[in-house]
């Protein structure tokens, strides 16, 4: 069984950056980032494989955030940088168990409770 908890959510001005962190128990393999924002459907950010050597980013957030995991913590990264209001949501981390990442909710065992982020403008 593998628990996630995740942190480092808040409220920040456009342009402003955060990093969330995901704490894990538990054996972790390919993990991944998603948010949900209100009365939409929950969407892939960022995935990373099983040794951080793969990432893979949706089109929205390519170039501003970064994944990453330190493997010896079993803890996993996300640095949002140039934070746009459109990037408001929850966001959740995610651990499926396969070494290979994936984009798709349903490849995702594991998930934690969210941590939210809130851009103004």
């Known amino acids: 069984q593998v628990q996630l908890v995740e942190s480092g959510g808040g409220l920040v001005q456009a342009g402003a950056s955060l990093k969330l962190s995901c704490a894990a128990s538990?054996?972790?393999?390919?993990m991944g980032w998603f948010r949900q924002a209100p009365g939409k459907e929950r969407e892939f950010v960022a995935t990373i494989n099983w040794n951080a050597g793969l990432t893979s980013y949706s089109d929205s957030v390519k170039g501003r955030f970064t994944i990453s995991r330190d493997s010896a913590k079993n803890m996993m990264f996300l640095q949002m940088n140039n934070l746009k209001p459109e990037d408001t949501a929850k966001y959740s981390c995610a651990a499926r168990p396969a070494y290979t990442m994936s984009r798709q909710v349903s490849d995702y065992l594991y998930w934690g409770q969210g941590t939210q982020v809130t851009v103004s403008s």
């Open positions: 538990g054996r972790t393999l390919a």
